[in-house]
């Protein structure tokens, strides 16, 4: 939302630019037709095929990258689950599926890390391993030791909580008949 604000204001800008150089540069244009030039008006910026191109390509190839980030991180959200599921870290995706930095960190990642990034996004995953935006809890892409199992996984809580406690305290009191 913060973007399109921006960049409405650019275009305002530009457009504001435009309609001042269009005046300013009127007695210049006049003074080009009493030396036998023409009044005609220069092409605006940016209006040049090859430049329209450029801008085409430019798009393509963001477009492009953003579609390969997508891809690396749903293979590394699938490689977390997997692991998860399995017990242990599994043997990481190797080049060209992910880049050679991320098949030397997924081996070093812990249970905890693991199920971070799965509850994360694509997009959370992909700033992840841009640098961009770190995910709680989840150590930045960098070459990790290798963990071959990861210890049992701990209880989610010690005694039941609430209600589930008096149940389970009644279930082994004794009984009053």
Known sequence: MLRSIFSSIGAALRSAFAVIRQVLSIPGRLFAVLLG????TPPEPGSSELVQSLRAELDETEDRTR??????????SA?????????HPLPAPTPPRVSRAVSNWLPGLLREECAEIVCAGKEA?????????????VRP???LEAVSAWPPAAPVFAEPPGFLSIAMGLRDAPSPT
């Open 67 to 76: 579609r390969d980030a997508e891809t690396m991180a749903a293979i590394i």
């Open 37 to 40: 030039g023409s009044i005609e």
């Open 141 to 143: 892409v960098q070459r």
């Open 79 to 87: 490689w977390c689950a997997d692991s998860m599921l399995a017990g």
């Open 125 to 137: 995953v992909s700033a992840h391993i841009e640098g961009i935006r770190s995910i709680q809890g």
